[in-house]
């Protein structure tokens, strides 16, 4: 019996086709949504349609990818400007504010994810560790009584599953009904 042949690093120059691929793929997401074709992708990323296959084989796998990219950056600015605000209602305005501004400008976007894969919701250990992230963010909440003692991360989801679909349906102002949902957690 063999061993299988120790895994290569990626080329340089395959994950700077790779990147370039998800990059064009987003902004072509974010703004038709999920009419958009793979060969219109390829173009845009100025890659061969091979290329583009090499790396993500369907276009599931194209959008899954997407998302997971979409849901990294979600993450790290949530660690780079929420988790270090100092004033723990304002972290967590900070962090509901971002979701708001990202998913307005990705809104083909989230509609070719929900397409795909049922839910806008993010998977998998990026999913988990930004729930983690508003986990810390409400019970740094509790601790210095900003937010009621019964607030919990599944609250921060809800009001973000609020957020996505005011800014889906276009039903009214996602900043004021962020405002008054977070108002919501403070303690009576």
Not at 44 to 68: D, K, S, W
Not at 81 to 109: I, K, N, Q, S, Y
Not at 159 to 180: H, P, T, Y
Request: hydrophobic share 45%; glycine share 8%.
């Amino acid at each position: 019996m063999s061993t299988p042949p120790p895994r290569r690093k990626p080329r340089t120059d395959a994950e700077r086709n790779r990147a370039r691929v998800l990059e064009a793929a987003r902004a072509l997401f974010a703004e038709h949504g999920q009419e958009v074709q793979m060969t219109e992708v390829a173009r845009v990323a100025e890659v061969g349609i091979g290329t583009l296959y090499r790396h993500f084989p369907t276009r599931q796998a194209l959008i899954e990818a997407a998302a997971e990219s979409r849901s990294a950056e979600l993450l790290e600015h949530a660690r780079a400007h929420c988790l270090g605000e100092a004033d723990p209602a304002r972290a967590l305005a900070l962090f509901v504010a971002h979701v708001g501004e990202v998913l307005t400008a990705d809104r083909g976007m989230s509609q070719a994810i929900e397409a795909v894969v049922g839910t806008t919701e993010p998977q998998g250990r990026t999913g988990e560790a930004l729930r983690d992230v508003a986990r810390e963010l409400v019970e740094r909440g509790k601790a210095a009584g900003a937010f009621r003692a019964d607030a919990a991360a599944s609250d921060v989801n809800m009001i973000v599953c609020g957020l996505a679909s005011v800014i889906r349906n276009e039903a009214g102002d996602w900043r004021r009904f962020a405002e008054i949902a977070l108002d919501g957690l403070k303690p009576r």
